[in-house]
């Protein structure tokens, strides 16, 4: 269907130009209600124009500077990529150039919010075509590089699809995967650990915060990785009334998908910290984590990929 929608667009963009010159040449269309109607349908062929052909192809890098007081270890550069959906508008190249984007920024950490395919179809449902694009994409996300890793959860459209195969190209790749289960990671002066929560539309597991928690010892630092949002807020709302001092939204791509970097607290209770948020619309925002500084945002940079 997305490759229809598409086509469809594709046609639109080279058939109305046409139209409008032959209707030029009409003499009787050269009247008043004529050209009020080209015009305005002039103005929705532009804006679906942009919608379909222009905007898809856009990349926006935001970068985020967030304070943290909890947060023991060294300054730590986070890279996010989120909702890529290989497919008509993800082509692997695409996928690839994305990578390069990414490690041009020179990140400490990757980490991947779900979603890298499109649509709602099984494999069975697609072509060999469709199904060999969506593997190659995959495989390029493991052109990510990073000193510390790249680590991913997985979202509800890799679930529709077969999030088995998604997770075994990532691993196959290099890309470690999550489900309500933490990694400890070390390198440098970092030490920290990344938990992992499942999708909501897993076929093994519900979100569970103790199960993706139980291996991160009392007082470790903790970034949270989740596909939806809700994931997170949930927590904070049930489990965590007392919060550290620091629960930031990293990151947020157009579907939502939320990365939380926070300390866990040693013991339960104790002073209510406060909350920032900072959220940035694009396919692979970045965000830094320090210490000592004023939180900020970047202006986000527009440009094709």
């Not at 903790?222 to 007392?242: D, F, K, M, N, Q």
């Amino acid at each position: 269907m997305a490759a229809t929608i598409l086509s469809l667009a594709w046609i639109g963009a080279i058939a109305w130009p046409l139209v409008l010159l032959a209707a030029w040449a009409m003499p009787a269309l050269r009247n008043w209600p004529a050209r009020t109607l080209a015009a305005g349908l002039t103005v929705f062929w532009g804006l679906g124009v942009w919608a379909f052909l222009v905007e898809p192809q856009l990349l926006v890098v935001r970068g985020v500077r967030v304070e943290s007081a909890a947060w023991r270890g060294p300054p730590l550069r986070v890279g996010l990529v989120s909702d890529v959906h290989i497919g008509p508008h993800m082509s692997p190249r695409r996928v690839a150039r994305i990578a390069a984007r990414m490690n041009a920024l020179e990140p400490d950490i990757v980490l991947l919010a779900g979603d890298y395919v499109a649509g709602h179809r099984a494999p069975h449902r697609r072509g060999r075509r469709a199904n060999g694009a969506i593997t190659t994409g995959l495989a390029a996300l493991g052109q990510l590089e990073a000193p510390l890793g790249v680590i991913a959860v997985l979202g509800n459209h890799d679930w529709w699809y077969d999030g088995w195969t998604v997770e075994s190209v990532l691993t196959d790749v290099g890309v470690r995967t999550l489900e309500n289960a933490a990694l400890e990671v070390e390198g440098g002066e970092a030490s920290f650990w990344v938990a992992g929560l499942a999708d909501y539309h897993s076929e093994r597991a519900s979100p569970d915060w103790d199960a993706a928690l139980a291996g991160a010892p009392a007082g470790a630092d903790v970034i949270a990785l989740a596909h939806y949002p809700e994931t997170c807020s949930g927590r904070r709302r049930r489990a965590w009334p007392s919060p550290s001092p620091v629960t930031a939204t990293a990151a947020r791509s157009i579907c939502r998908s939320t990365a939380v970097i926070r300390s866990r607290p040693a013991r339960r209770g104790g002073r209510a910290g406060s909350t920032r948020r900072a959220a940035g619309c694009s396919t692979s925002p970045a965000a830094s984590a320090s210490r000592g500084s004023p939180s900020a945002f970047a202006r986000p940079r527009r440009s094709s990929c």
